[in-house]
């Protein structure tokens, strides 16, 4: 007897072959035509050929570009531009160091980064002098409040933070909360809900919620920053969150924060407001957003941000600038290095000439997998002469970068392809010898509490591990 369910079984698994293969083929079409780094296109060639549907899911939630997006129309941000400029043409006096002229024209061409002189900085290096400072800074707030971090957790640390904002809203002054979607998954609703019912706008950054999850969840609002009243900043590497003050199991969290007060401020209110209309469609360029400033201090900052919506990576390719302008050194902190082609040559080519180039890492991290991917790229800037430390006194979050006691740039960007592509970050690049020299001292004094790796012992680390980290390299554009 003929068996009919056999027959349509067949056919139907033939047809599903059909179809899934003509979907991996046509997605694998797509990534080859989007022109991406190479790397990177054969990274999701492999995961869509030898991670069967699994591979399709991951492209469909992280991998699709959003690079020929805008996130606000030109005559919308020449609006939000215009006095910022007109603080900036209003500066007399700005003499650019020589050194990194063509950096500041770098910035200003590609992320309309204006520089401004005349800052006063506050250095944070721990989550209690910094979580001290900005509940003391709110506390002073008489107009608004702009707050945007990644993480806004619902713990001690947070619901303190939380309380002075309600407070504040109470009394009158327009308060504005962005946290990002992705970061704070965890944190309950209501948590949120407390702070509308006190009148504080709350919005989430890029929410995800399916049909809509989409590729979104891959682009994440990764920004730490403060103003307040327009003339306050803060920028940095820490969230609101216990673990920034208490630190981690095996140590302290280390992590660097700065407070600005200067016409800077502007270029963090822009930043913030461009996040807003982003979220919530409303463009706001009032005047009492940008108060006129005068000069309260010495340094001279670009706010730098870059975002996966641009033509450009900002942050990274300025960076391969900066590295590249190094004549005597230039240190690094991060959590995390998986390191563009681009910034690998760079770091490498420096060393070779002769810079003293220092990474400094955590011995332990956060995500295992992601440090593991870090450590398959040391033996080559080991062998080209950077020199590697491992922080031991607990985690290292901290993204500091100084160089030749001129320059130095600190905020949300991690060394890596995640904060290169795929997050809106945003940094100070500071142009001023004060600062620098304090940055690098932070550096140095972290440093006694490092290990130095040498090329000879670690390339002695067993073969297990050596063709692990090789294995998640693979991955390493997609972490």
């Known amino acids: 007897m003929f068996d009919w369910g056999t027959l349509v079984s067949q056919i139907v698994a033939a047809a599903f072959d059909v179809v899934y293969f ?18 990177k296109t054969l990274a999701w060639i492999l995961v869509l050929i030898f991670l069967p549907i699994v591979g399709l899911v991951f492209y469909f939630f992280f991998g699709r570009s959003r690079h020929h997006e805008r996130i606000i129309n030109r005559k919308g941000y020449n609006r939000l531009q215009k006095k910022p400029m007109l603080e900036y043409m209003s500066q007399t006096s700005c003499s650019l160091p020589p050194a990194y002229n ?11 980064a204006l520089p401004f002189e005349g800052n006063r900085i506050e250095t944070y290096t721990s989550g209690e002098t910094m979580l001290q400072a900005l509940l003391r800074e709110l506390q002073k707030a008489v107009h608004h409040i702009h707050l945007e971090f990644y993480i806004f957790e619902d713990d001690a640390v947070g619901r303190m933070v939380r309380d002075v904002l309600m407070e504040r809203a109470r009394a009158g002054v327009e308060v504005r909360v962005l946290y990002d979607d992705v970061g704070c998954w965890h944190v309950s609703k209501r948590f949120y809900e407390e702070m509308r019912e006190a009148g504080i706008e709350v919005r989430s950054f890029l929410k995800v919620r399916f049909p809509l999850f989409t590729s979104k969840v891959n682009f994440r609002n990764h920004r730490k920053l403060v103003v307040i009243d327009g003339r306050i900043g803060f920028i940095g590497g820490m969230n609101l969150a216990e673990r920034y003050v208490k630190g981690v199991s095996w140590g302290v969290w280390r992590d660097t924060h700065l407070l600005v007060e200067g016409k800077a401020v502007h270029g963090l209110q822009t930043t913030f407001l461009l996040d807003w209309y982003f979220v919530d469609r409303t463009l706001m360029t009032g005047a009492c957003y940008f108060p006129r400033l005068q000069p309260c201090g010495s ?41 563009t082609d681009a910034i690998l040559v760079a770091l490498r080519t420096a060393a070779l000439a002769g810079v ?11 995500a295992r997998i992601i440090h593991l991917a870090s450590c398959s790229y ?11 430390y491992f922080y031991r006194k607990g985690f290292l979050h901290s993204k500091l970068m100084v160089s030749d006691d001129e320059l130095s740039t600190v905020g949300s960007t991690n060394m890596d392809f995640r904060s290169f592509e795929h997050n809106f970050e945003v940094n100070a690049f500071i142009y001023d010898t004060e600062t620098a020299l304090l940055m690098r001292e932070i550096f140095l004094q972290d440093q006694r509490d490092c290990v130095q790796l040498h090329l000879k012992t670690w390339t002695k680390r067993p073969w297990y591990r050596k063709a692990l980290e090789s294995l998640v390299r693979l991955l390493a554009p997609l972490l």
Request: aromatic share 8%.
């Open 378 to 388: 040391l033996n080559e800037v080991l062998a080209a002469g950077v020199k590697v």
């Open 22 to 39: 003509g979907v991996v083929l046509g997605t694998i079409l797509v990534i080859v035509l989007d022109n991406r780094n190479p790397v």
């Open 299 to 339: 340094s001279l900052m670009q706010i730098v941000t870059s975002e996966p919506v641009g033509p450009w990576n900002e942050i990274m390719q300025g960076l391969v600038m900066a590295i590249s302008c190094a004549k005597k050194y230039f240190y690094i902190q991060t959590p995390y290095f998986l390191p």
């Open 102 to 112: 063509r950096l500041i024209a770098f910035f200003r061409h590609t992320d309309q």
């Open 356 to 366: 003293d180039v220092r990474l400094m890492l955590p011995q332990k991290a956060d």
